[in-house]
Structures are given as C-alpha cells and as structure tokens.
C-alpha cells in the first residue's frame, strides 16, 4: 500500500512539473525568455506562483528542464536504449529526430536561441549544461564506430559538429521557406542526401 501511494505521488508529481513546463514553453514562445516572468508562467500553466518554486529554484532553472525535455530526452532515448547497429539507420534515425524537434518547436526555440546569443552568461551555460551533453552522446556512438573499426580513423568532436552543422542549415532553409527549392525535396530524401555524404566520408574501407 504504501509503495502505491509512493508511487502515485511521485506521477502526480512528475505530471505537475510537466504541467509547468508546458505553461513555460508557452510564455517564452510568446514573450522571450528574459522578458517572461514566473507570474505569467504560473498562470499560464494553471498554478500558483508558489508552486512553480517547488519544483524549479529560478527563470533560468526552468529554461534548462525545459530545453533538455524537448531537446536532450529524445536523444537520450535513441543513443542509449538500443540504437541500430547499422550507421546509416542510426544517422537517418538521429537526423529525423533533430528535425522533428525543429519542426515541433521551432516556435519556442527560436526567441529562446536569439536571446541567447545575445547573453553571453546565459549562452555559456546553455552551451555547458545541454549542448555539450547532447553532443557527447553522438561522438560516443561515433568513437565505438570507429573502435569496431566501422569508421575510419577521426576526430568525433568535428565530426559530430559537422553533422550537426550541415542538418541544421538544411532544416532551417527548408522549415524557413527561404529557398523555395527545397519544397520539392522530402524530409526523406533531404535527410538520405546528408547521411549518404558523411558515410561515404567515414566509413572504413
């Protein structure tokens, strides 16, 4: 008995802060990041002001638990539960991924990244507590390829940043409308043209 109650707890728990986040993505979708405040937040999310410090310390606390739900999760969950032995499914995985997480909520992130680019303290810890994780992932996927002798021999941190890189300026001109070539190219093949590239680059011969 006193594991369910425990256990039921901790989901309403979890559904709470959940609930949280989800009003914190709102606001700073709306409002920006430095602009937001927790007052907004709290009634956007349908919860007192109080109760949003009992499950985040600050603004900024709240920006990172939300930037790491939309962003690091995900990618958590294909680098370490099982990812494919094939390179090539695992970077067409990966990349549909990334883009999915632009095309969902590119909205939220996009005054978020503006924002912090232009606040040095703020860009430092974004880059310390989520980019590099994130990044870390993928070159330890990268460095056991190259340890199982599937890659050849490279440096995974501009391997990985490369990758990142060349999806990136894709998914951003084709979500963006700026070229209208890319409307005739599928998310398929916009993704199978940058996953053959890199292969044919690493792969061991």
Do not use: W
């Not at 989901?11 to 990041?33: D, P, S, T, W, Y």
């Not at 330890?140 to 501009?158: A, C, E, G």
């Not at 060349?166 to 043209?193: G, H, T, V, W």
Request: glycine letters at 4%.
């Amino acid at each position: 008995m006193t594991n369910l109650v425990t256990d039921f707890k901790a989901q309403m728990a979890l559904a709470r802060r959940n609930q949280i986040l989800q009003g914190a993505a709102q606001v700073f979708a709306e409002k920006g990041f430095h602009k937001a405040t927790t007052k907004q937040i709290a009634k956007t999310a349908g919860v007192s002001e109080g109760t949003i410090y009992n499950y985040f310390k600050n603004k900024r606390e709240l920006l990172f638990a939300l930037l790491d739900m939309v962003g690091t999760q995900p990618l958590q969950s294909i680098v370490h539960e099982a990812p494919p032995n094939d390179p090539r499914a695992f970077l067409t995985t990966l990349m549909h991924n990334r883009y999915q997480l632009l095309k969902t909520h590119g909205p939220l992130l996009a005054p978020i990244m503006a924002e912090i680019f232009t606040d040095s303290t703020l860009r430092s810890e974004v880059y310390d507590m989520l980019i590099v994780p994130m990044a870390k992932l993928v070159e330890q996927y990268f460095q056991t390829q190259v340890d199982d002798k599937r890659f050849r021999s490279i440096n995974v941190m501009i391997i990985t940043r490369t990758l990142v890189g060349a999806l990136s300026f894709n998914m951003i001109f084709k979500l963006s409308n700026i070229d209208p070539r890319y409307a005739q190219i599928s998310e398929d093949e916009m993704i199978e043209e940058i996953v053959t590239l890199f292969l044919d680059g690493i792969l061991a011969t």
